[in-house]
């Protein structure tokens, strides 16, 4: 096993939001760090940089995992979605982040975006979720300003529109 020299710096390629990316850092920089200062997706918000409060939140293979607990060197040639890439290309809102406009689900907005991709991944793999089910999934977020409320009833009408539109 090869040892890397402190300041020593590495080629991280992965696919970002359906990009090809790629940008150095050091073997111990944060995947949160990596995207927001290397290659510009300030979408990812860091918080509390222990996953506590799920701010940074990303989908890591389609799968919502803490930035702020995975080194970028993790992600090499792997795909990353952030809140930048939750509605596509120049497409408006996703209908989950409409759903939160609609509902007031958001005030200051800094645990959005991790919030979303918790989501938007949970919404993947529970299609059908019951109110303790959502406010369940949402225990691993910290979200001070809102209350919870609206961001399960946003949830939840997401779900029941993505259902309605299966079934037509």
């Not at 020593?8 to 359906?18: D, P, Q």
């Not at 993790?74 to 408006?92: W, Y």
């Amino acid at each position: 096993m090869s040892q890397l020299k402190k300041g020593e710096t590495r080629t991280v390629a992965l696919t970002l939001n359906g990009n090809a990316r790629s940008g150095r850092c050091e073997a111990r920089t944060l995947l949160s760090d990596f995207l927001r200062h290397e290659l510009g997706a300030t979408g990812t918000h860091v918080g509390c940089e222990h996953g506590v409060c799920g701010a940074c939140t990303v989908q890591i293979d389609g799968v919502a995992q803490r930035s702020c607990m995975t080194l970028a060197v993790q992600a090499e040639g792997r795909r990353v979605d952030t809140v930048e890439g939750l509605s596509g290309h120049d497409e408006g809102l996703s209908d989950l982040q409409a759903a939160f406009r609609r509902n007031h689900a958001l005030q200051c907005g800094f645990c959005t975006a991790g919030i979303l991709m918790s989501c938007e991944d949970y919404l993947k793999r529970k299609p059908d979720p019951t109110e303790t089910e959502v406010r369940e999934m949402l225990s691993g977020h910290l979200c001070r300003c809102t209350g919870y409320t609206n961001i399960v009833k946003a949830v939840l009408e997401t779900a029941a529109e993505r259902r309605a539109a299966v079934s037509n």
